[in-house]
C-alpha cells in the first residue's frame, strides 16, 4: 500500500498533472459560485475535454471541478442566500446571516477550512476503508453482485427524492435504457430499430450530459433566467481568527467523518450529508452563542466539512464497488470507462497505480482549495455577478460539443436532446434523476449476474438465499422498500 | 387524493405504463432461451416500473405540488433553437452553426450588448474549435462549404 501511494503521490506532483488540478479546481469554483450552475452539470459537460488525456489526468481534472465547485456553493449561499450548488443549502442557515452582519469575508474562509477539513478526511477515510470494502468485495460471485446491484438501486431511489416509487420509476427506466443494444450473452438486437448506431447500446454518456446539461438549461429558461442580486460586499484578508479556527475545529472533524461516512452510502449526496451534519451540530454544541441560524461560524463549519466529506465518501462504493455514490460519481465511472477503465473490486489488483493517484490527486485537490478559497475569496465573490443570459446559451454549445466528441457521431447529439427532454419532464413532475443514472451503470451488473445466477441455479431463485451476503442485500432492499409502506400504512407504529 | 386527480398531476405515470407494457409485449417477443433469455431483464424491469408508478399513483404524496409555475413556452423555444442548431449542422458545420446559434440564443436569453453577442459568437467557436479539433484531434463537422478549413492550423503537437 505504501509504494502504492508513493507511485500515486509521485504521479500527481507532474507539472502537467498539477495544472490539471488547478484548472479544475478553479473551473470548479468558477461554475460552483454560479447559483444554478451545479457540479453535477460542470463535471458532465467537461468531461469531453478528458477523452484525450490519459484516465489518470482525466480523473484529476474531473475531481478538481468536482472538488472546487462543492465548495464554491457556498460562497452565493453565505452572500446572497442562494447556494450554488444543492449541497450547500444548510450553509445558508449561518452563512448568510454572517453575511448580512458586514462579516461575509470570515463566512467564506470558516467554510473553506471546513471545506478543507471535510475533504481531506473524507479522502483519508477514502484511502483507508477502500481496500477493505474491495477486499471483501473480490469474494463476490453472480447472486453477490446482482443482490449489491439491487441494493444499490433501492438505497438510491429511497435516498434521492421525496417519493420511494417515484425514485424506483426513475431507476428502472434507467435500467430500461440501458437495455438497449445487442445483448451481450445471446448477441440479440434489443430495441434496436435497425440503428447501427444502437446496436451498442444508447451512449451513457450523452444521457448524462441531457439529464443534466440540457434538462438543467431548459429548466433555468423555464423558471426565468434570473441574473440575480449585485453582490458589491468588500472581503478584507485571508487568514480566518485564531479563535475562529479553535471554534470550528472539533465540530468540522466530527461533521468530517459523519460527512464521509454519509456520502458513501450511494445516493446521499452533500446536501443529505449537510442538512444531517448541520443538525447533529445544532444538538451537539448546546447554549451556541450567538445561536444556530444567527450567524455561527460552527454551523457553516458543519454543513461544509459535512458536504465537502461527502465527495470523498462517495468514492469508496465508486471505486471500490463500481455504484456511484453520488451523481457526479456516477459521471466519473462513465469517464473512466470511456478510456477502458471498469470500476469496481479488480481494480485494486489490475490499476492499483491509477487507483491510489485518483485519492492521492484528490488530497492535493483540497490543498488547492484551501490555497485559492482563501487567497481568491474577494474575487470568488464577484463571480455571483456573472450573468446567467450569457453561460446558458454557451453551456448549450459545450453540451453539443461534449457528445459530438465522443464518437464524432451526431446521432449521440440527438440521444443527448432525447435525455434532456426527459429529463425536464421528470423534474417538472418531481422524480428524481440520480437513481436512473444510478440503473443505466447498475443494469448491465444486474442483468449478467442475474441471468448468469438463474442459469447456474436452472432458474431457481435458491441461489439468492444461500449466498449469506446476498441474502443480507436482498433482505436490505426489501426493508428499504417496504420501509415507507410499513410507516404510510402504521404511523403510529412508526412514530 | 382521488385517482383522477393524481392522474393530472402526475401523467407521466401513466405514460411509464404504457410504455413498459409495450416494451413487455417486444420483449416477449425476443427468441426464447429459456427463462433466461434476452426478454427476461427488460420484462422484469418493466414490470417493476408498472409496480412502482401504479403504486405512485394510489398513494397520497404532494411532491408533484412543490412544482413552481413553469413558463414552458421559454424552455420550448430554447429547446427548439438547439434542435434547430443540431439538425442543421450537418449543412452548417460545427463552425457555422454555432456562430449562427450564440448571436440568435444570446440575444433570446436577454443579451442586449452587440459587442457582447459578437465577441462571444465568435471568439467563443473558434477556441472551441482549436481545442477540439487541433489539441484533441476530434473530426468535428465541416458542413456542406468547409469554412473551419479557412482558418490557420496551429502548430501544435499531441498532447501527453
Redesign the interface.
Known amino acids: 500500500m505504501i509504494g502504492n501511494i508513493a507511485a500515486g503521490l509521485a504521479n500527481v506532483l507532474t507539472p502537467?498533472t498539477l495544472v490539471l488540478m488547478v484548472f479544475g479546481v478553479l473551473l470548479g469554483i468558477l461554475m460552483g459560485s454560479i447559483p444554478g450552475m451545479t457540479a453535477t452539470m460542470t463535471v458532465a459537460i467537461l468531461l469531453?475535454?478528458t477523452?484525450?488525456?490519459?484516465p489518470a489526468?482525466g480523473m484529476m481534472l474531473l475531481l478538481g471541478i468536482y472538488g472546487g465547485a462543492v465548495y464554491a456553493g457556498s460562497i452565493p449561499a453565505i452572500l446572497i442566500r442562494t447556494p450554488g450548488t444543492p449541497s450547500a443549502a444548510a450553509t445558508i442557515f449561518d452563512g448568510y446571516p454572517l453575511s448580512q452582519a458586514g462579516e461575509a469575508g470570515r463566512a467564506i474562509k470558516t467554510s473553506t477550512v471546513a471545506s478543507f477539513v471535510g475533504g481531506v478526511l473524507s479522502v483519508i477515510g477514502l484511502l483507508f476503508f477502500s481496500p477493505i470494502i474491495s477486499d471483501i468485495a473480490l469474494r463476490f460471485q453472480s447472486p453477490e453482485f446482482f443482490a449489491l446491484a439491487l441494493f444499490g438501486l433501492t438505497i438510491i431511489a429511497s435516498v434521492s427524492?421525496?417519493?420511494l416509487?417515484?425514485g424506483?420509476?426513475s431507476g428502472?427506466?434507467g435500467?430500461?435504457i440501458a437495455?438497449v443494444g445487442i445483448?451481450p450473452?445471446?448477441g440479440?438486437q434489443?430495441?434496436t430499430f435497425g440503428v447501427p448506431e444502437l446496436f451498442t447500446g444508447v451512449e451513457f454518456i450523452a444521457v448524462m450530459i441531457g439529464l443534466f446539461g440540457?434538462a438543467e438549461?431548459?429548466?433555468a429558461?423555464?423558471?426565468?433566467?434570473d441574473?440575480g442580486e449585485e453582490m458589491n460586499q468588500e472581503i478584507k484578508g485571508v487568514l480566518p481568527s485564531l479563535s475562529d479556527l479553535k471554534s470550528i475545529g472539533p465540530v468540522s472533524f466530527a461533521s468530517g467523518v459523519v460527512g464521509t461516512c454519509i456520502g458513501s452510502i450511494p445516493g446521499a449526496g452533500g446536501d443529505i450529508a449537510a442538512f444531517i451534519t448541520y443538525n447533529e451540530a445544532t444538538r451537539w454544541i448546546q447554549n451556541a452563542t450567538p445561536d444556530f441560524g444567527d450567524g455561527n461560524v460552527r454551523g457553516i463549519a458543519a454543513a461544509e466539512s459535512g458536504n465537502n466529506a461527502s465527495t470523498g465518501g462517495a468514492l469508496i462504493p465508486t471505486l471500490t464497488l463500481g455504484i456511484p455514490g453520488d451523481s457526479v460519481s456516477a459521471i466519473l465511472i462513465g469517464a473512466l470507462m470511456v478510456q477502458n477503465v471498469q470500476p469496481g473490486p479488480s481494480l485494486y489488483q489490475d490499476e492499483p497505480v491509477l487507483l491510489y493517484t485518483i485519492i492521492m490527486g484528490f488530497l492535493v485537490i483540497y490543498v488547492f482549495i484551501l490555497l485559492f478559497g482563501l487567497l481568491g475569496a474577494q474575487y470568488w465573490a464577484r463571480l455571483i455577478n456573472i450573468?446567467?443570459?450569457?453561460l446558458?446559451?454557451?453551456i448549450?454549445?459545450?453540451c453539443?460539443?461534449g457528445v459530438?466528441?465522443l464518437r464524432?457521431n451526431?446521432f449521440d447529439?440527438?440521444v443527448m436532446?432525447g435525455a434532456?427532454?426527459l429529463g425536464?419532464?421528470?423534474r417538472?413532475?418531481?422524480?428524481p434523476l440520480a437513481p436512473m443514472v444510478l440503473g443505466l451503470i447498475l443494469?448491465p451488473i444486474?442483468?449478467e449476474n442475474?441471468?448468469r445466477s438463474?442459469?447456474l441455479s436452472g432458474?431457481s431463485l435458491d441461489i439468492f438465499y444461500t449466498s449469506p451476503i446476498a441474502l443480507a442485500f436482498i433482505v436490505l432492499s426489501v426493508a428499504v422498500i417496504a420501509l415507507p409502506v410499513i410507516r404510510?400504512v402504521y404511523p403510529t407504529l412508526t412514530d | 387524493m382521488n385517482i383522477s386527480k393524481k392522474l393530472a398531476?402526475?401523467p407521466?405515470?401513466v405514460v411509464?405504463i404504457l410504455v413498459?407494457v409495450v416494451?413487455i409485449y417486444?420483449?416477449s417477443q425476443?427468441?426464447d432461451?429459456?427463462?433466461?433469455?434476452?426478454?427476461?431483464?427488460?420484462i422484469?424491469?418493466?414490470v417493476?416500473?408498472i409496480l412502482?408508478?401504479a403504486?405512485?399513483l394510489f398513494?397520497a404524496?404532494n411532491?408533484?405540488f412543490?412544482?413552481?409555475d413553469?413558463?414552458?413556452k421559454?424552455?420550448g423555444?430554447?429547446?427548439v433553437?438547439?434542435?434547430a442548431?443540431?439538425g442543421l449542422?450537418?449543412i452548417t458545420g460545427?463552425l457555422v452553426g454555432?456562430m449562427l446559434?450564440?448571436p440568435l440564443?444570446?440575444y433570446y436569453?436577454?443579451?442586449r450588448s452587440t459587442p457582447?453577442i459578437v465577441a462571444?459568437s465568435i471568439v467563443?467557436?473558434i477556441i472551441?474549435f482549436y481545442?477540439?479539433s487541433q489539441?484533441?484531434?476530434?473530426?468535428?463537422?465541416e458542413g456542406i462549404i468547409p469554412f473551419s478549413r479557412l482558418l490557420p492550423r496551429l502548430p501544435l503537437v499531441?498532447?501527453?
Open positions: 502537467f469531453s475535454f477523452f484525450t488525456l490519459d489526468n427524492g421525496e417519493s416509487p417515484k424506483m420509476v428502472l427506466l435500467m430500461l437495455t445483448d450473452l445471446t440479440f434489443r430495441f440540457i438549461g431548459l429548466q429558461y423555464a423558471d426565468g433566467l441574473d450573468k446567467k443570459s450569457l446558458w446559451p454557451v448549450f454549445v459545450l453539443v460539443i459530438i466528441a464524432s451526431l447529439a440527438w436532446l434532456g427532454v425536464y419532464a421528470l417538472l413532475r418531481s422524480y443494469a444486474a442483468e442475474l441471468r438463474l442459469s432458474g404510510n | 398531476t402526475n407521466l405515470a411509464f413498459s416494451v417486444a420483449a425476443f427468441p432461451s429459456g427463462e433466461v433469455g434476452p426478454g427476461f431483464f427488460p422484469v424491469t418493466a417493476g416500473i412502482f408508478a403504486t405512485d398513494i404524496d411532491s408533484e412543490e412544482i413552481s413553469p413558463d414552458l421559454a424552455a423555444l430554447v429547446f433553437f438547439v434542435v442548431y443540431v449542422m450537418p460545427f454555432t446559434f450564440l440564443t444570446l436569453s436577454g443579451v457582447t462571444v467563443f467557436p472551441l481545442v477540439f489539441l484533441f484531434l476530434i473530426n468535428l463537422p499531441m498532447m501527453p
